[in-house]
């Protein structure tokens, strides 16, 4: 399979002067094409700030971070943008969805910064919506919809442009748990048949049992990583909990 | 850390936000004293006795109208201070968590407005004091005599005027700001950015009705004031119609920014290879969303813009057309620098309520803009739409009131035509090149503090 993500020696070193804090001490890792890979770590672990790295909002201190074989830390500002849009989906934990616009808008606005052919637009949006079931809310406002919705909303509006890679960062923070695995069904759906790639970060081992893959992080460091191959999900699950025990109680 | 550090500090780091406060109250205390101090500028002058007197006349008449102005730039103090206040919410809030009395909060916003006032205060009366020595000159030409002794004139009289007069709004915006401190929940401050707005949407029939009633408002205010207009100054009787035409006028305007966001935006949105470029869905929703209650404001700008462009080109007409007559030389410059005064305070007004509008704007949407900077929109697309978003504001009131001039001037002429030849066109190109400054003006220093903010 080819690799989507490759991530070399990544560190990331907070403050200066006595007093400094590596968030990421020489990490690595590869993510395949369509492959959906869960990061999990405790609060202050570091998987925070790899999101962040490797979505080019925060700049790493040294290492490398190759998405479709382009070298992101050596790109400039204006590249950036370019390259988020382009290569990149985002879907956050509060939605993010913008409340002047309705599901429609917010999707197309993903296409219309890419600058893609207006004429494209409508097509594109809806395929995306009939895919993952939002296409009778398309003109509803964030506002009406529910958190599992507003999640898809997000969700589509991440993957429309076709990127590379999808970063989500605690998607099913602020859902229920019967959304939370409709999202989650959905996310399946998308790697399946729509050959996404997805670097999830998740606190909830449900959330993650659903991934091919889960990267444990300590110290911002690579801890352990646990594939899920033919193991059924209550099976994958129940190792993540292991883990998780060994890696310390609330390390969730 | 005591009440004086911390306010210090505090504007020290708000100076940006503090930018259009400063700039509004130093360019209002500069026209209020050079105004006042019409008197005591003619010292340097040859003046014959005469001459001396109708000076004298036209600075008593300025005296008097400051004291409406001094309202107006009050008015404007305590809007631009209730937008700083809304700002820092969440400032404030914190200091109230960490167990500051309202009390104390109070003091350090007193001295806040304190420091702003007395250095806005200090500039505006230094600028005020060297733009009043070009007056003087401008004055000696209107009176066509020589300035034989030029000296550097300070005129004590008003400079007093000037800080008692703004000393009196600052005391409004220190009363303003106990009552709102002391009437806010700790809760609602630090919340205060978590609010999502509900939506009005007015269904598109309806706004398009309401558009083609506000054009035939508009279409019948005109045609009366045209074909009846100065009639009304003279005959009783027809007086009934100039009013009907002016209320016509003001709620034909209303409904115009009333329905125009709901009706513009509709018909863009149709058009899609206008819609889905770039940011433009989201341009156009953030004018139509605001629009619905923003019109209050367009409307207001609105008014001040028409009677601001038409009194200072009517006023300038009106004068060149007396200046001829020699007996009428203080008529003429009394109306030029009546209607100078009026019309730049009002445009003053109006940037300043649209800069204070659009910044509050830009900072309420900070989050929306750093979003659309992490899904991938370039700094240069965000700058564009909110440049588009700003233009829109400022621009469309100016059009309509550039619409209302037009008559009005129109009419107003057909008036003074029976005093004398007029050239009105030539005077309204002075109109327009003051409007062109202080509005424009205010327009790139709003525009570029927006852009600051959502960076």
Do not use: W
């Amino acid at each position: 399979m080819r690799e989507i993500l490759q991530v070399r020696d990544l560190e990331k070193i907070y403050g200066g002067r006595g007093s400094v804090t590596k968030a990421l001490n020489g990490i690595s890792f590869d993510v395949d094409k369509g492959e959906y890979v869960g990061v999990m770590g405790a609060s202050g672990s570091g998987k925070t700030t790899l999101l962040n790295c490797i979505s080019t909002i925060d700049n790493a201190t040294s290492g490398s971070i190759h998405i479709e074989n382009v070298d992101i830390t050596t790109l400039r500002s204006g590249q950036l943008s370019d390259f988020r849009c382009r290569k990149l989906g985002f879907i956050f934990q509060d939605y993010n969805l913008l409340d002047t616009l309705t599901a429609f808008e917010n999707i197309a606005l993903a296409l219309t910064i890419a600058k893609v052919s207006t004429r494209d637009v409508t097509r594109r949006v809806r395929v995306i919506a009939e895919n993952l079931g939002i296409a009778d809310i398309l003109n509803k406002y964030p506002i009406q919809m529910s958190g599992g919705q507003r999640q898809r909303v997000a969700s589509a509006r991440a993957i429309v442009t076709n990127p590379a890679l999808v970063l989500a960062d605690e998607p099913t923070g602020a859902l229920d748990s019967k959304s939370s695995q409709a999202l989650l069904e959905s996310f399946r759906a998308m790697v399946k048949e729509l050959q996404s790639t997805i670097l999830m970060v998740t606190h909830d081992p449900f959330s993650a049992s659903y991934a091919d893959r889960i990267l444990f992080i300590r110290d911002g460091r690579l801890f352990t990583e646990l594939i899920r191959g033919r193991d059924s999900r209550r099976v994958f699950f129940d190792k993540i909990m292991e883990v998780m025990t060994v890696l310390g109680g609330e390390a969730a | 850390m005591n009440i004086f550090t911390l306010a210090f500090r505090n504007v020290r780091k708000s100076f940006r936000d503090y930018g259009i406060y400063f700039l509004t109250i130093m360019i209002g205390v500069a026209l209020f004293y050079i105004f006042n101090s019409l008197e005591s500028q003619s010292v340097m002058m040859d003046l014959t006795q005469d001459s001396r007197l109708a000076l004298l006349g036209i600075s008593q008449d300025m005296n008097m109208l400051s004291g409406f102005v001094a309202a107006i730039l009050g008015f404007l103090i305590v809007y631009a201070n209730a937008f700083l206040i809304r700002r820092r919410k969440k400032e404030l809030g914190i200091y109230m968590l960490l167990g500051m009395k309202k009390g104390k909060i109070s003091a350090v916003l007193l001295v806040e407005t304190f420091l702003v006032g007395l250095v806005s205060l200090a500039i505006g009366i230094l600028l005020g004091v060297f733009l009043s020595q070009g007056m003087a000159l401008i004055t000696a030409k209107l009176f066509s005599v020589s300035v034989s002794h030029f000296a550097f004139v300070f005129s004590a009289d008003a400079a007093r005027t000037s800080v008692l007069d703004f000393g009196v709004a600052f005391v409004v915006v220190v009363l303003f700001n106990v009552i709102n401190i002391n009437r806010q929940k700790l809760l609602n401050l630090i919340n205060a950015e978590k609010r999502t707005q509900q939506f009005h949407k007015i269904p598109m029939a309806v706004s398009i009705l309401l558009f083609i009633l506000s054009a035939i408002m508009l279409g019948v205010a005109y045609h009366i004031m045209l074909t009846n207009g100065f009639a009304g100054f003279f005959d009783e009787s027809k007086r009934v119609m100039q009013l009907i035409s002016v209320i016509l006028g003001v709620v034909g305007t209303m409904l115009f920014f009333f329905s125009l966001s709901g009706f513009l935006l509709r018909l863009i949105s149709k058009i899609k290879g206008v819609y889905f470029k770039g940011l433009n869905i989201f341009t156009l929703k953030q004018l139509s969303s605001k629009m619905h209650t923003a019109f209050l404001s367009q409307t207001f700008v609105c008014l001040m813009l028409f009677l601001s462009i038409s009194g200072i080109s009517v006023g300038n007409a009106l004068s060149s057309a007396l200046r001829d007559n020699p007996r009428e030389t203080t008529a003429s410059i009394g109306i030029a620098y009546m209607s100078f005064y009026i019309g730049m305070v009002f445009l003053l007004t109006c940037a300043s309520v649209l800069a204070i509008t659009q910044l509050s704007e830009a900072s309420d949407n900070q989050a929306r803009y750093k979003l659309l900077g992490k899904l991938g929109a370039p700094a240069k697309m965000l700058s564009k739409s909110l440049f588009t978003q700003i233009l829109v504001y400022f621009l469309l009131p100016l059009v309509l009131a550039i619409a209302h001039s037009f008559v009005g001037i129109k009419v107003m002429c057909m008036l003074i035509d029976l005093l004398g030849d007029l050239n009105i066109f030539a005077t309204s190109i002075t109109a327009g090149g003051m409007l062109v400054l202080l509005y424009g003006g205010y327009f790139l220093v709003t525009y570029l503090n927006a852009r600051k903010m959502i960076r």
